[in-house]
């Protein structure tokens, strides 16, 4: 079965740390993808990046980046020099390939981020 | 903002009551899903449509049921409310499945919710 574990449920830091939000998967499929998706407190879920499970590479996008590691299951998103307006909460989720059928995000619990000024 | 329209953005029932939540997909997209977002909690899947039939269900009763239209749009529909249905319902729309990659590629683009509370 398939299940996304996020441990850390709160995270605070001050203004232009850097924070590293922590995903860890479990699938029995060889073929399936990883989502990050942001959650300000209007409630709708930001697409932030896909990453498919044959691409290991580390991907950067300005103030974000995130590690995939097969060998541990582990997708991990690091925020550089944060900043207020990265307060959100933050959830990551898998969706496995699939001939036929749904395609169904499964998610895990979020990690609430605060960043004081 | 993703395209996705829920409405409406709040509800207030009773339990025993019946609900219908309604959903306008991106254009473009004929596929539609939803999600039950508990407090915090991350969302669960409740089902899929495409092509106006069900795709896919998640762990969720009969007494939730879906709609979609010719136009793409979706009803959620919940009977006999019970107060365990509170909770934010996410509606998310895609391309249709298995365009722009195999399925399961396909990133899923939100609405902002529709937050109900049984009281």
């Known amino acids: 079965a398939q299940k996304v574990t996020q441990a850390q449920t709160e995270i605070s830091v001050v203004e232009k740390e850097d924070v590293t939000l922590d995903c860890v998967y479990e699938?029995?499929?060889?073929?399936?993808?990883l989502f990050w998706y942001k959650q300000p407190p209007s409630g709708e879920l930001v697409f932030l990046i896909r990453r498919n499970s044959f691409d290991e590479q580390n991907e950067i996008s300005g103030r974000y980046s995130w590690n995939f590691q097969k060998s541990t299951s582990s997708f991990n998103f690091t925020i550089t020099a944060s900043q207020v307006v990265d307060s959100a909460v933050y959830f990551c989720a898998l969706s496995e390939a699939s001939i036929q059928g749904a395609q169904k995000l499964v998610f895990g619990q979020g990690t609430r981020l605060t960043i004081n000024p | 903002e993703t395209g996705v329209t829920q409405s409406p953005t709040h509800l207030i029932k009773t339990r025993g009551q019946q609900v219908t939540l309604r959903c306008s997909s991106q254009?473009?997209?004929?596929?539609v899903s939803w999600y039950q977002q508990a407090l915090g909690q991350g969302p669960q899947f409740i089902f899929q449509?495409?092509?106006?039939?069900?795709?896919g269900r998640g762990n969720f009763p009969p007494r939730f049921s879906g709609l979609q239209f010719p136009n793409y749009s979706s009803e959620l529909n919940v009977n006999a409310l019970e107060l365990d249905d509170s909770a934010l319902y996410l509606c998310?729309?895609?391309?249709?499945?298995?365009?722009?990659?195999?399925?399961?590629?396909?990133?899923?683009?939100f609405g902002p919710g529709t937050r109900l509370t049984v009281l």
């Open positions: 998310a729309s895609n391309p249709s499945l298995g365009t722009g990659g195999p399925l399961g590629y396909n990133e899923q683009f």
């Open positions: 254009s473009g997209h004929n596929t």
């Open positions: 449509y495409y092509r106006e039939e069900e795709n």
């Open positions: 699938t029995r499929d060889t073929t399936y993808y």
